[in-house]
C-alpha cells in the first residue's frame, strides 16, 4: 500500500508516530510522512528551529525506509502566542501542501495536540477521495477547556466547529482509552460503529528487573503536571507514613514540570527531604536504572474535565517494567488496572484509600510480586508494538480496499 501518515511531529523527534511510520515500512508498505519542522524537544532547541531545517533545507528526506515531506511552520518556544503561531502555521502549511504530494491509496492522521495537525488528512479525502484512519491521542477542543477554561468560551466554540469536521469526515477513528467513545459520539455526533478502542503502545525494556536495595521505594514516572496530582500523591505519602511509621519507604519522582517546584517546597516544608527524592527527567535510555530501584510505581489523574479519564503512557510504561500499581483514576486507566489486576486503584482525591494501599504494599512483598506479575502479563498480552501495528496495519487495509 502506499500510505500517507500526518502528523506534525516527527523524527529527530521523540514521538510514537516515528516507530509506527518505521514499522509499517519495514512490513513492506510505501510510507510517506507529512510532518513540520523539528523543534520540540529536542536538546538545548528550547523550541527554536535548528539551523539545518531553515531556508527550505532538508524539506525531503528519507529515514529508515520512509519518505518524509516537511511543511512549513514557526518554532514553538514559550508562550501561548509562540504556541498558536506553531499550531496555525503547519495547519495551513500542510493544508497546502498535501493536495501536490502525488497518489495514495489510503492516509493515516496520527492526531496529537492540537486536532488541526490533522486537516490535511481531511483536505486530501475531499480533493482526492483517499480514506483516512484518524488516530485520537488528545481529545479536542477539550483541551483547550482544561486550558482556557471559562475565558476561552468563544474560541473553544470555534475551534470545536473545526474540530468537529476533521472527526466527522473520518473513515475510522481509534481512540486510546474507552472513555473517549462518549465524548465523540456525544459532542462531535461520530456514529459509534465508526470507532474503536486501541491502546498506545509502551516501548519494552525486557523482562523486569529488581535490584537489591534496603527501603521499599514508591515511583512516579513522567510529567509532573497540574493534571498529575502531584501534591495528592505527596500528601498521601505523608499519611502513609504516618499509617505504617515502622516501614522503611521512600517516594521518588522522575520527571520535570510545572508542579515540581511546587512539590519541593512541599517536601522541605513537611520534613520530607530524607524519604522523598527527585531525580529529574531523563531519557528512555536511562529509565531501566529507576525502574529497577522501583517497588511499587504510583499516579493520578484529576478527573475534573474527560483529560482525566485517559490512559497516560506512564502506566503503559509502569506495566511493561512489571511493577505493581497504585492509582487514583477514573476512565480508561481505571479499566486497565481492574482488568489487568496489576494494583490498587482509588478514586481521585481519595488521599486515605491511596496512602492505605501505600501502606499496605509497603509491608506485603508477596502481593507487591503478584501484582507485579500480571501488570507484565496485561502488557504482553495489550500493550506491545507488534499487537498495535497488526491493529493499525488491518484498518489501513480494509480501508484502502473500499470495504
Not at 90 to 98: E, I, L, P, R
Not at 334 to 362: H, I, K, T, Y
Not at 372 to 387: D, I, N, P, V
Request: aromatic share 10%; net charge neutral; glycine share 8%.
Amino acid at each position: 500500500m502506499k500510505i500517507l501518515v500526518i502528523c506534525q511531529r516527527y523524527w529527530p523527534e521523540q514521538f510514537q508516530v516515528t516507530d509506527i511510520c518505521e514499522g509499517l515500512a519495514s512490513r513492506g508498505h510505501d510510507v510517506t510522512v507529512l510532518c513540520g519542522l523539528p523543534n520540540v524537544g529536542l536538546p538545548n532547541s528550547e523550541g527554536r528551529i535548528p539551523p539545518e531545517y531553515l531556508h527550505g533545507n532538508n524539506r525531503h528526506q528519507e529515514h529508515n525506509g520512509v519518505h518524509i515531506v516537511r511543511s512549513f511552520e514557526i518554532g514553538r518556544r514559550t508562550g501561548v502566542l509562540w504556541r498558536t503561531a506553531n499550531y496555525y502555521s503547519f495547519w495551513k502549511s500542510a493544508d497546502n501542501k498535501v493536495v501536490s504530494m502525488g497518489e495514495f491509496d489510503v492516509c493515516l492522521a496520527y492526531q496529537l495536540s492540537p486536532a488541526m495537525m490533522c486537516d490535511a488528512a481531511r483536505v486530501l479525502k475531499r480533493a482526492k477521495g483517499v480514506p483516512y484512519l484518524l488516530y485520537c491521542c488528545d481529545l479536542w477542543p477539550e483541551s483547550m477547556k482544561a486550558m482556557l477554561g471559562s475565558r476561552g468560551t468563544a474560541i473553544i466554540r470555534h475551534f470545536g466547529r473545526v474540530c468537529r469536521k476533521i472527526y466527522s469526515s473520518a473513515d475510522r477513528i481509534a481512540i486510546e482509552s474507552p472513555s473517549f467513545e462518549e465524548y465523540f459520539t456525544s459532542y462531535h455526533n461520530v456514529p459509534a460503529n465508526r470507532l474503536f478502542y486501541l491502546p498506545q503502545f509502551s516501548t519494552d525494556g525486557g523482562q523486569p528487573v529488581l535490584d537489591a536495595h534496603e527501603s521499599v521505594n514508591f515511583y512516579f514516572m513522567g510529567n509532573m503536571g497540574t493534571v498529575q496530582c502531584i501534591p495528592f500523591i505527596l500528601k498521601s505519602f505523608k499519611k502513609a507514613l504516618e499509617i505504617a511509621p515502622k516501614a522503611n519507604i521512600t517516594l521518588n519522582f522522575v520527571g520535570d514540570g510545572v508542579a515540581a517546584s511546587e512539590a519541593k517546597e512541599y517536601v522541605k516544608q513537611n520534613g520530607l527531604t530524607k524519604s522523598v527524592m527527585f531525580h529529574g527527567r531523563h531519557p528512555f535510555s536511562e529509565m531501566q536504572h529507576f525502574y529497577a530501584q522501583a517497588d511499587v510505581c504510583v499516579m493520578a489523574l484529576d478527573d475534573s474535565s474527560l483529560i482525566g479519564t485517559t490512559i497516560p503512557s506512564k502506566l503503559q510504561g509502569y506495566m511493561a517494567a512489571g511493577k505493581p500499581v497504585i492509582a487514583a483514576v477514573r476512565g480508561g486507566a481505571r479499566f486497565v488496572l481492574n482488568e489487568s489486576g496489576c494494583g490498587v486503584a482509588v478514586n481521585p482525591g481519595d488521599v486515605d484509600g491511596f496512602a492505605s494501599a501505600m501502606a499496605d504494599l509497603a509491608v506485603d512483598e508477596s502481593k507487591r510480586l503478584e501484582f507485579g506479575a500480571l501488570s507484565r502479563h496485561y502488557f504482553e498480552s495489550h500493550f506491545t508494538k507488534h499487537a498495535f501495528l497488526d491493529a493499525i496495519e488491518n484498518e489501513l487495509i480494509t480501508l484502502a480496499k473500499g470495504f
